[in-house]
Every structure is written in structure tokens, then in C-alpha cells.
């Protein structure tokens, strides 16, 4: 069985501040990673992808990748209300020749103004 | 770039009716297409995978015979719920992946449906 664990939080940080989210996964021939973002009532929204060790930064948005831990997180600096949400790490799943993605169940963070 | 496109946003039946969810790449080819349910407070979960010009690859427990799924160009899929019942209501949204073999998925902006 294949999965994708995240925190349940919920999360919440000042306006401002860092939001640190964090995902593991089990399945070790993972080679995509992917951050959503889902407001309430809304369908996901991609932020960020990563293949390889290490970090990559986009704006406010780090990810990072760590897959000899089999570990992915999202970093968010200077958190604005806006950020508030649910967030989903997704793994993709190589099956049969149809890859799917994993989600795990999403972390809501709050920013407070 | 990378736009999906559902149809209808909104949808409310009578139980027993079929209702059917239109899903497009707007912008791209997406050779496969993928369809969630989530219900409230729930994560997404995926009832099953479209490949174009294929029969759909369906999650264990998800009934093929009740969600029927079309994937007839590299654009449009359609995911059909025959006979709706109560239990059936939930927000469906379908997200496609590009043809040029990224693993990227993009998704639809979702399909409420309330079954009465």
C-alpha cells in the first residue's frame, strides 16, 4: 500500500512568520513531487513540483526534498492570510504504466492577521 | 497555460436520474485524465484513471458499472453517474496530464452534486 502521511494539524502561524509543512511517503521508486493547495469549496491548485534532492524556491515557496528519508516539505515565508488553506502532498505512484498521484489527507494552516 | 475545464460547476438531481460531468484541457492534450470524489472535510479520492481511446481503469470499490467514463479525445472526458442516489452526492473534479509525458496533474474546478 502505497501512502502519503502529513500532518493533520491544523497549523497556525502569525501573519508574517513561517509556515513549515511537512510529508512522507512510502514508496521509495517515487520520483514526483507535487504541492496543492485547496481553498474551502474549491479544487486543488498546484504550487509547486520537485524531482530532485534538495530545494527549490518559487516566491514565497520553498520545497524540499529528501528522498533517502522519503521526506518533502513546503516552506511558506512571510505567511499572508491569503495562504490560508488546506495543503496536499502528492507522490506520484508508477503502476502498470498509468502513473496516479497519492495525495495525502492535507494540513489546513490559518494565518492570523 | 495548463487550464481544465468542468461542466456543469453545479449540479442537483432526483435520485434515480443519471447525470453526467463534462472535463476538458482547454489549452493542452491530456491523454490521461483522472476522476476524485471528495466529500466534506474528506481528502480526495481517486475513483479512476482515463486513458484516451482506452477503457478507464477504475480504484478498488469505485463501481465502473455506475460511474461510467468516457475519454474520447485528448481534450474531453466525460464521467457519467447513472442512477444517482443520495449517497452519491459530493463534489467530483477531474484533472489531466499533459501528453508531453509530464506527471503534472491539473485539476477542474470541481462539480457539486446533490442527489434528492
Known amino acids: 500500500q502505497k501512502e502519503v502521511e502529513q500532518n493533520s494539524g491544523p497549523l497556525s502561524v502569525p501573519e508574517g512568520a513561517i509556515a513549515s509543512l511537512n510529508c512522507t511517503y512510502s514508496?521509495?521508486?517515487?520520483?514526483?513531487f507535487f504541492w496543492y493547495r485547496q481553498y474551502s469549496g474549491k479544487s486543488p491548485e498546484l504550487i509547486m513540483f520537485?524531482?530532485?534532492?534538495g530545494d527549490k524556491e518559487d516566491g514565497r515557496f520553498t520545497a524540499q526534498l529528501n528522498k533517502a528519508s522519503q521526506y518533502v516539505s513546503l516552506l511558506i515565508r512571510d505567511s499572508q492570510p491569503s495562504d490560508s488553506a488546506t495543503y496536499l502532498c502528492?507522490?506520484?505512484?508508477?503502476?502498470?504504466?498509468?502513473?496516479?498521484?497519492?495525495f495525502g489527507k492535507g494540513m489546513k494552516l490559518t494565518v492570523n492577521p | 497555460g495548463a487550464v481544465v475545464s468542468q461542466h456543469p460547476s453545479r449540479v442537483i438531481c432526483k435520485s434515480g436520474t443519471s447525470v453526467k460531468i463534462e472535463c476538458r484541457s482547454l489549452?493542452?492534450?491530456?491523454?490521461?485524465m483522472f476522476w476524485y470524489r471528495q466529500f466534506p472535510k474528506q481528502s480526495l479520492m481517486l475513483m479512476a484513471t482515463?486513458?484516451?481511446?482506452?477503457?478507464?481503469?477504475?480504484e478498488q470499490g469505485v463501481e465502473k458499472d455506475k460511474f461510467l467514463i468516457n475519454h474520447a479525445s485528448l481534450t474531453l472526458s466525460t464521467l457519467t453517474v447513472t442512477s444517482a442516489h443520495p449517497e452519491d452526492s459530493s463534489f467530483y473534479i477531474c484533472?489531466?496530464?499533459?501528453?508531453?509525458?509530464?506527471?503534472?496533474?491539473?485539476f477542474g474546478p470541481g462539480t457539486r452534486l446533490l442527489v434528492l
Open positions: 520537485i524531482y530532485s534532492n
Open positions: 514508496d521509495r521508486g517515487s520520483q514526483s
Open positions: 489549452d493542452f492534450q491530456a491523454t490521461t
Open positions: 484533472s489531466a496530464r499533459s501528453s508531453l509525458g509530464q506527471e503534472t496533474q491539473y
Open positions: 502528492a507522490v506520484n505512484a508508477p503502476q502498470g504504466g498509468s502513473e496516479k498521484l497519492v
Open positions: 482515463s486513458n484516451e481511446g482506452s477503457k478507464a481503469t477504475y
